[in-house]
């Protein structure tokens, strides 16, 4: 007789459970993101300090202003270019995070439905007669909520790829110019 609430409360300390599990996941999955861009920070910002002292030292040695502004029209192509590396780097590092929190996060779900339905499974068994609507009504809209959230998934995935699309197209179009500029001179 008691035992549909008992486990509707193995449930919700099993699904409570689950979430803290999921939490402490992402958590950590976020920190490794921090961690990786600040480390890549601080790589940028050590390697442009020794780029700027050498190329201070350069300008500085010029022996007239020709040189000089042959000197510093030297340094935007190379310049431009790691800044677009930097975007590039920075642009996977959070398109890895991305990618691990969607993965824990739909196996959390799809474990999450299959206990909920278990457990509708289980207490429509127990319902009293009459209250088959009732289950029906429960089974289609978590049938409704897992589609909602599978939309959601790919519209994610689509909005990343498009971003990734776009940074490409972007990096693609800023490096042409460069090239060709790069080439001319020679």
Known sequence: MFAIPE???????????????????????AFEGV??????????????????????KQLLAAKDAQEWLTLAAAQAQPNAEKALAYGRHLAGI????????????EAQIA?????????????????????????????????NANAGYE???KSTKQAVE???????????QFTQPAAKARAAKK
């Open 111 to 143: 474990e999450t439905s299959r206990k909920v339905l278990e457990l509708v499974e289980e207490v429509s068994k127990n319902a009293p007669a009459g209250s088959e609507n009732a289950v029906a009504i429960l089974k289609t809209a978590i049938g």
């Open 35 to 56: 961690e990786k861009i600040v480390d890549l920070n601080l790589n940028v910002a050590k390697a442009s300090l020794e780029e700027s002292s050498a190329t201070a």
């Open 162 to 172: 498009t971003i990734e699309a776009n940074l490409n197209t972007a990096v693609s």
């Open 7 to 29: 486990q509707f409360s193995a449930a919700s300390k099993a699904n409570f459970e689950a979430q803290l599990s999921l939490i402490s996941a992402l958590t950590n999955k």
């Open 94 to 105: 959070a398109s890895g995070v991305q990618a691990e929190f969607t993965k824990a996060a």
């Open 151 to 153: 939309q959601l998934t």
